[in-house]
């Protein structure tokens, strides 16, 4: 499988086509698991790693469910390679860092990928457009019970599956939407909704998850207790809040809509024209301005702009997509210009 | 005279068409004078004032010069129609507060005009497009000497035309050009050259004159002397003065176009873009937007854009203008609405 391959693919969370899509991007589903024939991952060397590579590609090759699945060796690629992936959520950070003997399977839509020998020895996750979490739950779920059957997993009675980290220990099971939410930040009660979320005990994230800031107006809400709930409870729960911090954007659309119609207006195509004029744009401007079009799309204030172009923009415009694209490295001010060059040309056709 | 005749009116500095017009947008020439028949305005009481108008009234209608000059009578006027013509820098902002018996006399092109029983019996005076100040003394003097020829003007060998305000007293004169000076403010040199002006007794004002800030790049600079000076030295000093900014003005646009030629670039198109698509805008944000785009005409950066219609928009866009045109009052956050009406009609046809 080449990485390559993937530039102008359009993952399926992308096309934004499944339910409630307009607020909830994404449900995202990922399962830590370890088998008992190896040691985990902290601990293993470099045979070991071999060995369990090998082991993971014959399953690869001789089951049914996994053999459309490429097999990426994060050891033979660049930083910019992983970086790419990390853009399309594909890999974690902590692997886009180290990428010591570690790898990827990965399905060709992107709805479901297997990390290998990162913190835990699999990690399985699906990510879907919209409000599906349990829909995607049944897609890793799937995959864990083929692999189930194939590795023995490090399980206890007491404390159910075993993971690297003690905060995953349990079900092993993270659970997560990427939300959009530009009512609750203009109208500024996003902080009340993270501090109810907070008391919950879930966990909100920037766009590009652990350890990054919220950016563009997006927030991925996750799980934070994996042990002492069965998945389909802790589903049921983060289901539970994102319902609630729906209704609670929706409300604070309609709010703007209805007080400061004009100004919200204003914003949007303000966000447009600067896209479609900029010489000089960083990602961080950039997003913000795409995440103000996709409101202008979902108002209706914005027509003749689809969605899915603004979706795919908001992976394409990251460093290492654009790169990718003009397959070469780009430093820090000169992907600023490329990046608005890209803009330009993409939406050239979209009238203010 | 109706005020409302000048609403689409192009006053002739506004072509412009003057020699260096790319910087320095006017050449302007005021002239103070009083006449001994009667107290100066300050002590004028309400049935002098009425003689006084009615003297210069029959100058107006026998004089060939002044003939086609209408005259306007404040008293009659409301503040939006006072204010129209300040944006027009037809009268004074003393004269837009202070509407109690006094008038102007304005020749049709707005290149001469003469505001009555301001600080002073007569102010007369002649703006013109770019650079020509001695062109502008010229007009102002042939005026003047009409007028000398039937008022008995109040003169002292010793300090020579007596004023209202001592700063004024002996020649009567004020020069200034107004300049616009994108460059020396992107290179930050703006500073130095105005610390420059003013040890060489010169004064610095706003767009709007006296008490007003420098927006949109613009600086007025005019003499501060008016006596022990000829009106010819004044001149040839302010014009040496001029000169040497207009230099360093080139030098500093230069030096952007070669080092910096993306970034002024993506300024430039951005102010267009940004006035292309705003549905709120205050008049100080589209001056600084129009500043951009005269300097990115003047680069040949913006090509297919009018300056004629920039620099109509200058005064367009300001409030009293926007209340004539729409004819009606509009309240402060209306007329950002209306401004920005105005600004993508005008602009519609130009791509970014």
């Given amino acids: 499988m080449e990485i390559n391959d993937f530039i102008d693919n359009l993952s399926e969370w992308l096309k934004g086509t499944g339910p409630d899509a307009n607020i909830i991007i994404t449900s995202r589903i990922r399962l830590a698991r370890n088998t008992r024939e190896f040691f985990f991952p902290e601990r293993m060397d470099s045979a070991q790693k071999d060995r369990f590579f090998e082991r993971i590609k014959k399953i690869n090759e001789s089951t049914n469910e996994l053999k459309s699945y490429g097999f990426i060796d994060m050891e033979g690629t660049s930083y910019t390679d992983r970086q790419f992936l990390c853009e399309r959520h594909l890999i974690s950070r902590d692997m886009l860092d180290f990428s010591h003997q570690n790898g990827l ?149 309609e709010y703007m809509v209805s007080k400061y119609r004009v100004s919200l207006e204003d914003k949007i195509w303000r966000a447009l024209a600067s896209i479609k004029s900029a010489r000089i744009i960083s990602s961080e401007e950039t997003l913000s301005h795409l995440s103000l079009l996709r409101l202008g799309i979902d108002l209706g204030i914005i027509r003749n702009l689809d969605k899915q172009l603004i979706n795919h923009l908001f992976i394409m415009i990251q460093p290492a997509h654009l790169q990718k694209v003009y397959n070469k490295e780009l430093p820090h001010k000169k992907r600023d210009f490329v990046r608005a060059k890209l803009l330009r040309e993409k939406l050239k056709n979209i009238s203010l």
């Fill in 105 to 253: 399977l990965l399905r060709r839509d992107e709805v479901c990928s297997i990390m290998l020998c990162e913190e835990d020895h699999l990690r399985i996750q699906a990510v879907k457009s919209g409000f599906c979490l349990h829909k995607t739950w049944e897609i890793v779920e799937k995959i864990e019970d083929i692999l189930a059957g194939q590795l023995d997993f490090a399980f206890t009675p007491e404390l159910g599956y075993l993971t690297s980290c003690p905060t995953n220990v349990g079900t092993g099971l993270r659970a997560s939407c990427m939300l959009h939410l530009p009512g609750l930040i203009m109208t500024k009660k996003i902080n009340k909704i993270l501090e109810l979320v907070a008391k919950l005990s879930f966990t909100t994230r920037g766009f590009f998850g652990e350890g990054t800031q919220a950016i563009g107006n997006f927030f991925q809400v996750s799980n934070q207790v994996t042990l002492g709930a069965s998945e389909i409870e802790i589903l049921n729960n983060l289901s539970g809040i994102i319902k609630q911090i729906k209704t609670r954007e929706l409300e604070a659309r």
